[in-house]
């Protein structure tokens, strides 16, 4: 009998051990309790939100170190620095000019001249052999050949470009970049 008791023993001792061994296990699993308010922990106290309500009205960071007022500074500054880049950058960039063509003019580019027709109607002025590439389509436009709106034209070789028929009504804006050179109705360069 006293082998049974002591058998008994040692397995209650044995399960104690184990059922202790797994209850550590499982606890160590559960993530601790995070901040007040963040996402391991959302259920907040009324007086955890008015607390952080004053905090931001008196100009503190809410759940942070540092003002706001310091932060909108910094991130002003920032923006300072970015609109100053953004000048420097702009400066040292090519623009593009809007012109307007009345009836009877056209443009004639230089080579690599970039040429968009933005409103009205304007047709390509080319030899009968070549036309001027619409980039954004991809094709080759002849001569006399409606230009797109909108659309990308790319000037392959000086004396080609955009007109306007001496008939139409309105005058045509047109988008450039590059040399160019604009010519009235009579064949005169026009200088603004």
Not at 135 to 143: E, I, R, S, W, Y
Not at 164 to 177: G, L, R, S
Request: proline share 5%; hydrophobic share 40%; aromatic share 4%.
């Amino acid at each position: 009998m006293r082998w049974g008791k002591m058998i008994a023993a040692t397995a209650a001792i044995g399960c104690g051990v184990w059922v202790g061994s797994m209850l550590t296990t499982f606890a160590s699993g559960i993530p601790a309790a995070g901040q007040p308010g963040s996402s391991e922990d959302p259920i907040v106290t009324k007086g955890y939100v008015d607390e952080q309500i004053q905090r931001a009205l008196s100009g503190e960071a809410v759940g942070g170190t540092g003002t706001t007022t310091a932060k909108i500074a910094a991130l002003e500054q920032r923006i300072a620095a970015l609109e100053k880049q953004l000048a420097e950058a702009k400066d040292a960039s090519v623009p593009y000019a809007v012109v307007r063509l009345k009836a009877g003019h056209m443009i004639l580019g230089a080579t690599g001249t970039e040429i968009i027709v933005r409103t009205g109607q304007a047709y390509i002025h080319s030899n009968p052999e070549n036309g001027v590439p619409d980039v954004t389509d991809g094709v080759d436009l002849k001569v006399d050949t409606l230009v797109p709106k909108n659309h990308l034209l790319m000037i392959p070789r000086e004396g080609r470009g955009v007109k306007v028929k001496p008939d139409y009504p309105n005058d045509v804006y047109v988008t450039i970049k590059g040399a160019y050179v604009e010519v009235d109705a009579q064949g005169n360069a026009v200088s603004e």
